[in-house]
């Protein structure tokens, strides 16, 4: 099964279940202070949790663009080195959003619980021993009770020793200090090899324990509202919330042990690989990290300039180009390639998602423009701020450190992100004096405020009194920045 075609099933058997199917929102939020990009499928759906907004259908399934490299989720330093986390995936997701009023309307745990194993077992026929589910165990401290509604569910389908019982870290979702919360329920799939299987029988696993088992859904049930006391109450409403990883779904269906070897990525790996003539292979070597980064970075950078945010110094700007920079030292550093690179990958994914998220391919030459400027910049100072590093490197000594103000020199002259530091810091078993770093930023802020003043704005706003969606670049000019909007 093609990886249009796994994504499709998830959509026709929610939609089979009476689920209306909605698009993605944009990768780049906008209208809310506390995200700069989207980082779950609830995202939009939050002020219907909040019961600000009332849904206009009750059920509702999709799939979702997410972003974790900032915040309360940060994946990057994952990404490549393991073969499941990525900076922008697709999170797969149904919805239900209890309605008092209308009270047969919604689902919750029983339907979620048996639809999740009925999609999984009977359409995608993942085998059934092959599958692990966790549930909460409570928490006493906190007042928390434990799952025995979903334990229960869960009983009729799985055997008992699969049902694993977690912790508050995993298995309780909550938005915030105050606000609805709720147990969760992950389901894991064991992808390891027979012989592995064999050698460690009788011992239960789950995603931690090993690297190829791995989580792939999670079923959040809303039932609570956690008061600023730090009460619990009952909600009125009770809503279903999941997300699955659409990319580790693809891997485990093509029974591949890397998302990286699924269609959703080789078509890009083996585009790299004929721009720097070389050849990709699925071990740990530096070459096979950076072929895995660039694929994966490339489609973060391309959707979130796509969906209206362009690499600046400042905010959710500068989170686009520390993505770009990073992966322009992949390629410069470990695939041997010393000039723009990324750019040329841009029609290539465009094509891909063109029918899944058009709006790539709506904007493709702009969006390479942009890329192809934002290289070609770094590439102007990166040969000499490596240089640099590798001076400041080996010079450390005993000491173990790159100094805050060393990491800052190198952010201001030569344009390495903090990350781009420590990353290179590591992999030479050093660190980052990262508040040292943070003092003499703030004081090169302090030295000109007028600076920071014309950053402010990531966004030209056309009209703040109204809610606007952004609808594609007006121009092909990176310096222009006329950005056109739509009122919603
Ligand atoms: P993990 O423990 O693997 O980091 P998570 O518990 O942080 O995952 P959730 O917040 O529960 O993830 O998100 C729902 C689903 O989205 C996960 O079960 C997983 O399949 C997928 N997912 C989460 N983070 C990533 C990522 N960085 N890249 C790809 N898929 C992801
Ligand atoms: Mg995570
Ligand atoms: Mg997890
Ligand atoms: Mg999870």
Known sequence: MTSSEIRQQFLDFFKSKEHHIVPSAPIVVKNDPTLLFTNA????????????????????????KCLRVSGKHNDLEEVGVDTYHHTMFEMLGNWSFGDPGNPQAG????????????????????DKDRLYVSVFEGDEKEGLPFD?????????????????????KDN?????????????????????????????????LVNADHPQVIEIWNNVFMEFNRLKDGTLQKLPARHVD?????????????????????????????????????EYDNDDSKTSVAFRVISDHIRAICFTIADGQLPSNTGAGYVVRRILRRAVRYYYSYLDYKQPLL?????????QFQHVFPELKNQQDFVAKVIKEEEEAFLRTLEKGLKRIDDIISKAGSAEIIGGKEAFELYDTYGFPIDLTRLIATENNLAVDE??????????????????????GDWTVVNEAERSSFVGYDRLSVQTRIIKYRKV
Request: with cysteine; charged share 30%.
């Open 172 to 204: 309780f979702w909550e938005m915030g200090d105050t606000g609805p919360c709720g147990p969760c329920s992950e389901i894991h799939v064991d992808c390891r090899t027979e012989e592995e299987r064999k050698s460690m029988e009788g011992k239960t």
């Open 41 to 64: 499928g609830m995202n939009q759906f939050k002020d219907y949790f909040l019961g600000n907004r009332k849904p206009a259908y009750p059920r509702v399934a999709d799939t979702q």
């Open 148 to 168: 025995e509604e979903a334990y229960n569910e869960w009983k009729n389908w799985i055997a008992e020793d699969r049902i694993i019982r977690g912790k508050k």
């Open 343 to 351: 750019y040329q990958l841009v029609l290539f994914i465009a094509g």
């Open 435 to 456: 508040t040292g770093f943070e003092a003499e930023m703030q004081q090169q802020k302090n030295r000109s405020r007028q600076a920071t003043a014309i950053d402010a």
């Open 107 to 126: 689902y919750f745990k029983k339907e979620a619980i048996a639809w999740s194993w009925e999609l999984l077992t009977k359409v995608f026929k993942i």
């Open 242 to 278: 999941t997300g699955m990883g659409f990319e580790r779904l693809v891997r485990v269906l093509q029974s591949k042990t890397s998302n990286y070897d699924t269609d959703v990525f080789t078509g890009t790996i083996k585009a790299i690989g004929k721009i720097v003539d070389k």
